[in-house]
């Protein structure tokens, strides 16, 4: 490659991530304004963890953010290389596969994820990788928002590896990779929001028991050897993963929640210190 081709994609990489910073900050910014600021005294009722979190813990999360966004902006441009050179399964007209294949090309996508994710994450679990990559990630034992993206640099290559991997197995329209991104990233934030919408019937259900609820991550997050699933509660459930008394832990939670609802949520004064995962609280795999 000559020197102005490394311009090319130099500029091309910055400002890929530019956008890709803007739209997840706009996102996120949103979210805590409402949750943290506007909104708090309505819906703090719904706050899983009854305490603010600690500035210093947010200034962390939002600087590790723009790390991982400009490495997903970097694999997504060599993405933009390779499908100009035809080297991923990208189509473009929907009518090659039909729209029947283009939803399942997306569902195909997220179950895929959610079995990377899985097995990744409890890799990263493993004490010999734990304190040097994730436990960055479970420093903020109460998260926000910006915890969705707040990854060691290692983690964030791994965990945005799957973009590369199932676009170049999974045939898919060239507007799929958005889709699946899109749902990825809204399920990722709402997973850290640390506030608990479901109902509490969920849980016992016979289909929506297999997704998770934002209690089901926030407990990975104060007690890091169990729940390592990200959409939904299949393989903490075949592998025995999830936290001891899960569902009645969630049931709890949201009696609590009813009754704060009806007593109005009490919003502590002062933010509290978040504590560091100790190294010895990883699973030994």
């Keep these: 490659m000559q020197i102005s081709d490394w311009l090319t994609t130099a500029y091309k990489w910055l400002f890929s991530s530019s956008v890709l910073t803007l739209q997840y900050f706009a996102l996120t910014t949103l979210l805590f304004f409402i949750f943290y600021v506007w909104k708090k005294k309505e819906l703090w009722f719904l706050k899983i963890q009854e305490r603010y979190p600690d500035n210093k813990h947010i200034v962390r999360e939002v600087t590790y953010s723009v790390i991982t966004i400009f490495i997903l902006g970097a694999i997504l441009t060599f993405l933009v290389w390779a ?5 991923t399964r990208v189509y473009k007209p929907i009518d090659k596969y039909g729209w029947g294949y283009y939803i399942f090309s997306v569902v195909l996508m997220i179950f895929v994820h959610d079995a990377y994710f899985y097995w990744t994450h409890r890799f990263m679990h493993w004490k010999r990788v734990f304190k040097y990559v994730h436990k960055l990630h479970h420093q ?11 990854l060691h640099p290692i983690e964030a290559v791994i965990q945005m590896s799957i973009i590369p991997l199932v676009v170049f197995t999974i045939p898919h329209h060239i507007s799929v990779p958005t889709v699946f991104g899109t749902y ?21 259900h016979k289909i929506l028991k297999w997704h998770n609820t934002s209690t089901h991550h926030n407990l990975h997050h104060t007690n890091v050897k169990s729940n390592y699933g990200l959409y939904f509660n299949l393989w903490d459930r075949i592998m025995n993963t999830n936290s001891r008394g899960y569902v009645e832990h969630f049931e709890e939670l949201v009696d609590l929640r009813d009754q704060k609802k009806k007593l109005g949520a009490e919003i502590p004064a002062e933010p509290q210190k978040q504590s560091i995962v100790n190294n010895n609280e990883v699973l030994p795999v």
Excluded: Q
Aim: hydrophobic share 45%; net charge positive; glycine share 8%.
């Design 184 to 204: 990825s990233l809204i399920l990722n934030v709402g997973g850290h929001l640390g506030f608990e919408f479901f109902p509490k019937w969920m849980a016992r």
């Design 83 to 87: 499908n100009k050179h035809h080297l």
């Design 140 to 150: 903020s034992t109460n998260p926000t928002v910006f915890t969705a993206f707040s």
